[in-house]
């Protein structure tokens, strides 16, 4: 670990930290909520080792990269121009894509928006969702889940953060990273994510110390940055109405664990399974369903990961 180099680098307005190593073709990691660079420790010790050029950067708004307060600055258009102007910052022409839950999302975005960028996307546990003009996507999870639903709460500024500071931060990210349950997540308000059952012990692949680096991080920047990418979802909706119907049209590979939570919404595995994805991402050339894997698969399984990332990418 203490090979990785950390550097800030000034993009699209704001100062991304980024974590880098080795040398050789580039591979761009996107972490999901509530996460890291640190998240991709495993494969970008791995990979670097493998001959690649490793960059897991901390997204706006987490970790030490400049955090703007407004809301309406967390668009999935803000956080791929954060990435163009990282990769125009590094000199990188085309990267390697890879990307995991809210990472995922930006990822298929990136693919929509630049896919001259991106020689291959590696995507895990958030498959593409194309855009539906009749409906808002938190509307949409509303009517599906109603209120208590985990993102239809997280959408008014400030209530969730009361609530994440009634709990040790620690204690908070423990229950939402050991969490294996494949239910789609509803918080009453009465009951709040304080009230959600601690796990009784850390899951094997989850030491003291990794929850300790991610508590500290979140204690410093606190949960707004992140929780504004949900909050700017219907934003989304309305900003890419112009990209309705069009495909990924980068080769894809995309995993995602038996048991994540993602992978449980209705409607999520006939999608998969049943030509919509193949319909919509043409280029796709593997799923892969991980038995016995919950969502935090690229550090609850990171050997199996690592050999299903660098089995892809090789190709190229």
Request: with cysteine; net charge negative; proline share 8%.
């Amino acid at each position: 670990m203490e090979k990785i180099e950390h550097t800030t680098v000034a993009t699209n307005g704001i100062n991304m930290h980024v974590a880098s190593i080795g040398t050789g073709p580039p591979v761009l990691f996107l972490h999901g909520f509530p996460e890291l660079w640190y998240s991709w420790r495993h494969q970008l010790l791995y990979l670097s080792s493998q001959g690649y050029r490793c960059i897991a950067p901390d997204l706006r708004g987490y970790g030490d990269t400049d955090a703007p307060p407004s809301v309406t600055s967390y668009t999935a258009l803000h956080i791929v121009g954060d990435l163009i102007g990282l990769l125009d910052n590094l000199g990188i022409e085309q990267v390697f894509l890879v990307g995991h839950d809210w990472g995922a999302l930006i990822a298929w975005q990136f693919c929509l928006l630049r896919p001259d960028r991106i020689k291959a996307l590696v995507n895990l546990s958030v498959a593409f969702n194309p855009r539906n003009p009749k409906f808002k996507p938190v509307d949409g999870f509303k009517a599906l889940f109603g209120d208590d639903f985990y993102i239809c709460r997280f959408q008014e500024p400030g209530e969730i953060e009361e609530d994440f500071a009634q709990i040790d931060t620690a204690k908070l990210l423990k229950k939402f990273l050991a969490s294996r349950s494949p239910k789609p997540p509803c918080i009453p308000k009465e009951i709040g994510f304080r009230g959600l059952p601690d796990p009784p012990t850390l899951p094997p692949w989850l030491s003291e110390e990794d929850v300790n680096y991610y508590a500290a991080k979140f204690n410093q920047k606190g949960f707004t940055g992140a929780l504004n990418y949900y909050r700017c979802m219907n934003l989304n909706w309305e900003l890419t109405a112009a990209w309705t119907g069009s495909q990924i049209k980068v080769p894809v590979k995309f995993i995602v664990g038996d048991l994540d939570l993602s992978y449980h919404f209705p409607g999520v595995k006939e999608y998969i399974h049943n030509g919509g994805f193949k319909r919509d991402v043409p280029f796709l050339q593997e799923v892969v369903v991980m038995e016995g894997g919950a969502h935090f698969l690229s550090q609850e399984k990171p050997e199996e990961v690592n050999a299903h990332i660098y089995d892809f990418i090789k190709k190229f």
